[in-house]
Nanobody, 126 residues
Framework: QVQLVESGGGLVQPGGSLRLSCAASGITLNYYAIGWFRQAPGKEREGVSCMNSSDGIIYYADSVKGRFTISRDNAKNTVYLQMNSLKPEDTAVYYC???????????????????WGQGTQVTVSS
């Protein structure tokens, strides 16, 4: 069975950093499109950063561009989200997702991602 497990969330002060991890089993992430999404209280879930397997183009939401970095370690079958200069508005539950192998730029519609993790809470205090 396919499973994605996020880790690395926690409480951090504004300006601090966290690195989220998403470990996969049942699929090889190198062959899949990967996305990080987040859902803040009272808001809809939004795409944060997405990296597709067939090209080197990486998408970042305008709100995180220059602060967040997505990467993957194929040997560990794990994808990461490095978050720097965190702001209170970054507070959310962060999810990783994997899509069937295909090309394209940006995050695909969320209902097209068949595999999701359970989420990890990131809280940036004021």
């Amino acid at each position: 069975q396919v499973q994605l497990v996020e880790s690395g969330g926690g409480l951090v002060q504004p300006g601090g950093s966290l690195r989220l991890s998403c470990a996969a089993s049942g699929i090889t992430l190198n062959y899949y499109a990967i996305g990080w999404f987040r859902q803040a209280p009272g808001k809809e879930r939004e795409g944060v950063s997405c990296m597709n397997s067939s090209d080197g183009i990486i998408y970042y939401a305008d709100s995180v561009k220059g602060r967040f970095t997505i990467s993957r370690d194929n040997a560990k079958n794990t994808v990461y989200l490095q978050m720097n200069s965190l702001k209170p508005e970054d507070t959310a539950v962060y999810y990783c997702a994997a899509d069937l192998p295909r090309s394209g730029y940006g995050c695909f519609p969320q209902d097209e991602y068949p595999y999701w993790g359970q989420g990890t809470q990131v809280t940036v205090s004021s």
